[in-house]
């Protein structure tokens, strides 16, 4: 299928799908004419990058855990055991996030709290 189509059918941006394809997440085979051509499996891959984007992950790590994540159920589950730790060291830097977030949050709370 054409980029277009795949775009249609996973309800993501052209614009999305060749950044996607820029930071190797997906890989379209090229016809000869330049077009890109999408398999099957490339619309489940879709979803499969869009639900680690969501969960907090850069590009860099989705290219590195993608090929190891499947699908177990209604949810992305990891298929090979040492995604667990790349998963926690995430999870940890999200969770580091938050706790500056939370602490900013509580500052600027005091400064409203102490105006005039």
Not at 53 to 79: H, N, Y
């Amino acid at each position: 299928m054409r980029i277009g189509e795949l775009a249609r059918r996973s309800g993501v941006s052209i614009r999305a799908l060749r950044y996607y394809e820029e930071q190797g997440l997906l890989r379209p085979h090229r016809r000869s004419s330049g077009y890109r051509e999408y398999a099957e499996t490339d619309v489940r891959a879709v979803a499969r990058i869009r639900t680690l984007l969501a969960a907090g992950l850069g590009t860099a790590v989705i290219a590195e855990v993608l090929p190891c994540m499947v699908d177990s159920g209604e949810i992305l589950a990891p298929g090979c055991p040492e995604l667990v730790d790349v998963l926690a060291v995430e999870r940890d830097r999200i969770t580091g996030a938050i706790d500056e977030l939370q602490a900013a949050r509580a500052m600027l709370n005091g400064i409203i709290a102490a105006t005039p």
